[in-house]
């Protein structure tokens, strides 16, 4: 089902993916628990799907708690931590919160910076 949402998102139709999406993480969140990465990788599908329909303001919320999940699962400088703030980032750049926006772009370069270091 989250398989097929992106792919209908990758065809331009993420109006179509977005309910398979929500269905994906309710069964998710009752199989796996609400704070499991399966339902990181959900959450961010989902946001990013609403970011595509112009729904930024959404997506945000989601992405937060991607990125706290990330972040209790793996640590601050897994590269799923990484990914989570790019992700959340770009959809505070889209709401025009520069400033929020650019301590987390920061952050992503340290991660990667530390991953090629190792």
Known sequence: MGNLAMVL???GRAGEAEP???RALAINEQVHGPGHP???IRLSNLAL??????????AEPLLG????INEQVHGPDHP?????LGN???VLYDLGRYGEAEPL??????????GKAS
Not at 65 to 68: F, G, N
Request: charged share 35%; proline share 0%; hydrophobic share 55%.
């Open 9 to 11: 998102q990758d065809l």
């Open 20 to 22: 398979l999406l929500r």
């Open 38 to 40: 399966d339902i990181a």
């Open 49 to 58: 799907v609403l970011r595509d329909l112009g729904r930024a303001a959404d």
């Open 65 to 68: 708690r991607a990125l706290a």
């Open 80 to 84: 799923a931590v990484a990914i989570s």
């Open 88 to 90: 959340l980032a770009t």
């Open 105 to 114: 772009l920061g952050r992503v370069e340290d991660i990667r910076r530390r």
